[in-house]
Nanobody
Framework: QVQLVESGGGLVQPGGSLRLSCAAS????????MNWYRQAPGKERELVAT??????NYAGSVKGRFTISRDNAKNTVYLQMNSLKPEDTAVYYC??????????????WGQGTQVTVSS
């Protein structure tokens, strides 16, 4: 049974920091790209950060402020968020993705964790 369980969300003041965690189980974690998405009220879900094959990539809006990391031994991916802004307020989702050459895809999602940036 595949599970992705996020934690670490909450309320933080502008300029503050939070670290999100996503504990994974039920699949071979190291073989999957691990991603963080977010969705703000009234907006589409957007990709925030990805980690795959030792390479990390970020949305332009968070580059230099957010850092994605993963511990394959613990089957956990993290998102360190610094210099938070009110526009970072959203539900943050952990995602695990793998696509095989034959076209078969595995796409798993966590339940989301709320991040609110407000004074």
């Amino acid at each position: 049974q595949v599970q992705l369980v996020e934690s670490g969300g909450g309320l933080v003041q502008p300029g503050g920091s939070l670290r999100l965690s996503c504990a994974a189980s039920g699949f071979t974690f190291s073989n999957f790209a691990m991603n963080w998405y977010r969705q703000a009220p009234g907006k589409e879900r957007e990709l925030v950060a990805t980690s795959a094959g030792g390479i990390s990539n970020y949305a332009g809006s968070v580059k230099g402020r957010f850092t994605i990391s993963r511990d394959n031994a613990k089957n956990t991916v993290y998102l360190q968020m610094n210099s938070l802004k009110p526009e970072d307020t959203a539900v943050y989702y952990c995602n695990a993705y793998r696509r095989f050459a034959a076209g078969r895809e595995y796409d798993y999602w966590g339940q989301g964790t709320q991040v609110t940036v407000s004074s």
